[in-house]
């Protein structure tokens, strides 16, 4: 029986549509330009270690408190990371931002 289980459970795990960096990303964008903060703001915690667009969403939530309290600090570090990651709106907010 146990094996009946783990094999079903298995099976149920893989076959579970998986979301890509793409999905990810966009989702995260939308739902952040939606003022979906709440919801913007699990999905990029939850990918922000291997995705750098929701890094830079969540970033840019700590800088402006949307749906978090402000922490300028960790905003910058979150897009900071985004940028050395390659992510093109990350480099362009630090490229554009006044001294």
Same mark, same amino acid.
């Given at each position: 029986?146990?094996? @009946?289980?783990?094999?079903? @459970?298995?099976? #149920?795990?893989?076959?579970?549509? &998986?979301?890509? @960096?793409?999905?990810? %990303?966009? +989702?995260?964008?939308?739902? /952040? =330009?939606?003022? =979906? !903060?709440?919801?913007? !703001? *699990? ?7 291997? $995705? #750098? %667009?929701? =890094? @830079? !969403? +969540?970033?840019?939530? !700590?800088?402006?408190? $949307? ?5 300028? =600090? ?8 985004? #940028?050395?990651?390659?992510? &093109?709106? #990350?480099?362009? /907010?630090? *490229? *554009?931002? &006044?001294?």
């Amino acid at each position: 029986m146990k094996r @009946f289980i783990t094999t079903i @459970f298995i099976l #149920a795990a893989f076959s579970l549509p &998986q979301i890509s @960096f793409a999905d990810t %990303c966009s +989702l995260t964008k939308t739902l /952040y =330009e939606a003022g =979906e !903060y709440k919801r913007a !703001y *699990n999905l990029a915690k939850t990918h922000a270690n291997n $995705d #750098a %667009c929701a =890094e @830079f !969403y +969540l970033g840019l939530m !700590y800088l402006n408190g $949307d749906g978090v309290k402000a922490n300028t =600090e960790k905003g910058h570090s979150l897009i900071e990371s985004a #940028a050395k990651k390659g992510y &093109q709106p #990350a480099i362009d /907010y630090f *490229n *554009n931002r &006044q001294p």
